[in-house]
C-alpha cells in the first residue's frame, strides 16, 4: 500500500496538557522537583505526531513509535498548559519523520525529532501477544 496517497508531509498535530502533580518530574521518578516531567513532555509529542497522521490512515492501520530524540530546555511549574506540535517531515515507506516541539505559556520548553512506523493493527497485535505465549 501506497501510503503517501493518504499523507503528506506538512501534516500537524498538536495535544495539550495541564501541569498537575501526577505528570511532574516528582511524580514520575524522572527528578525530585515539581515541575513538568521530561517523560510526560516526551508523550506529549508523541501523541501531537499521532494526532497528525493518524486519521488520514485507512482504518485498520496506526502508527507506533520507534525513535525520539529531544531536548527539554526549559522548565514548566504546575498550573501551567504545556502545548505540543508534531509535523510530518518525512515519509519513507511505513517510516514516517517529524519535527517536534513543546511550548508553555512562557515559550518553547523542548523541541526534536521523532519517527513512527505505520502498522496493521491486527497483525502488530497478534505478533506482540504471541510472545505471552
Not at 498535530?13 to 510526560?40: D, I, K
Not at 508523541?46 to 531536548?71: H, M, N, Q, R, Y
Not at 511505513?94 to 515559550?107: K, S, W
Amino acid at each position: 500500500m501506497e501510503f503517501d496517497t493518504f499523507l503528506k508531509t506538512g501534516m500537524k498535530g498538536e495535544r495539550t496538557a495541564l501541569v498537575t502533580e501526577q505528570n511532574t518530574a516528582a511524580a514520575l521518578g524522572s527528578g525530585g522537583l515539581p515541575v513538568f516531567a521530561t517523560p510526560a513532555m516526551a508523550a506529549l509529542m508523541e501523541g501531537a505526531c499521532v494526532a497528525s497522521v493518524d486519521p488520514a490512515l485507512p482504518e485498520g492501520f496506526s502508527t507506533v513509535g520507534t525513535v525520539l530524540e529531544i531536548k527539554h530546555t526549559a522548565a514548566t511549574p504546575l498550573g501551567m498548559t504545556i502545548r505540543a506540535c508534531g509535523e510530518l517531515v518525512g515519509i519513507d515507506g511505513r517510516e514516517l519523520a517529524f519535527q517536534v516541539e513543546a511550548f508553555d505559556g512562557a515559550g518553547k520548553i523542548g523541541e526534536g525529532s521523532h519517527k513512527r512506523f505505520i502498522i496493521e493493527n491486527d497483525k502488530f497485535l497478534k505478533k506482540a501477544q504471541a510472545k505471552s505465549g
